[in-house]
């Protein structure tokens, strides 16, 4: 059992390329979630799914396009990476609503936009 | 709207000495509070959760946190602190019993000193 697994670990990528980071789960979990952390602010959540062909914004979706076609995996999407990306993401998971279970998060991609 | 505030973004222990974290929430609605460790280079693990059962709730690795509804407080400790411990540790709060979406403090990175 794998749980949350996230690719690519780290990556370096140039202004105004593009990428897509991969999150899968194999616990078949209806809530998908995506985070960013940054130094001293906690994390931030980016988009989240509560099923597949579900997406809705989190906090901070500027920048960002996420799809769910199935319900293991919620891929993120940066279309024009810019400086202000560079950060930690992570993916995490957890049953539907209404269970008392916590989000399982994956080790994290970390990004940097030079 | 929900928040938390975590006191201290560095704590400094002595092997074998008490751990206190500080978190006070703000609430609309009876929250459902949350403790999280992140290891480095890891995703963040559950240590213990409030979802209104019993206010003094234990955790995973000796660590228990005890709600104080007129505080609105939500503070970590362990009685005697191990090497082990030395991570960065997130206060969360969710209005719901899902925890659909969790909203998290800035962090607490905790060094223990032999």
């Known amino acids: 059992n794998a749980g949350v697994t996230q690719t690519p670990k780290f990556r370096i990528l140039k202004i105004g390329q593009s990428m897509t980071l991969q999150c899968t789960q194999d616990?078949?979990?209806?809530?998908m979630y995506w985070y960013r952390q940054d130094p001293g602010m906690g994390l931030k959540l980016i988009y989240y799914s509560v099923g597949a062909g579900i997406t809705d914004k989190g906090e901070v979706p500027n920048g960002y396009n996420v799809s769910r076609s199935t319900t293991e995996d919620f891929p993120l999407r940066l279309e024009l990476a810019a400086p202000s990306q560079t950060s930690v993401y992570f993916c995490?998971?957890?049953?539907?609503?209404?269970?008392?279970?916590?989000?399982?998060f994956g080790d994290g991609t970390r990004l940097s936009i030079l | 709207a929900q928040s938390v505030t975590q006191l201290g973004s560095h704590v400094s222990v002595s092997e074998g000495a008490l751990v206190l974290l500080r978190c006070n929430y703000s609430?609309?609605?009876?929250?459902?509070l949350f403790w999280y460790v992140q290891y480095p280079n890891q995703g963040l693990q559950l240590l213990l959760k409030?979802?209104?059962?019993?206010?003094l709730v234990k955790g995973i690795n000796g660590f228990e946190a005890e709600f104080k509804k007129s505080e609105t407080s939500f503070h970590l400790t362990k009685p005697s602190a191990h090497m082990s411990d030395a991570a960065e540790y997130f206060c969360?709060?969710?209005?719901?019993?899902?925890?659909?979406?969790?909203?998290f403090g800035t962090g607490t990175r905790l060094t223990i000193i032999p």
């Open positions: 609430s609309s609605v009876p929250p459902y």
């Open positions: 969360a709060v969710s209005r719901n019993f899902g925890n659909e979406k969790l909203t």
């Open positions: 616990m078949n979990h209806n809530y």
């Open positions: 995490a998971s957890r049953p539907r609503a209404f269970e008392d279970q916590p989000q399982h």
């Open positions: 409030y979802t209104s059962a019993a206010t």
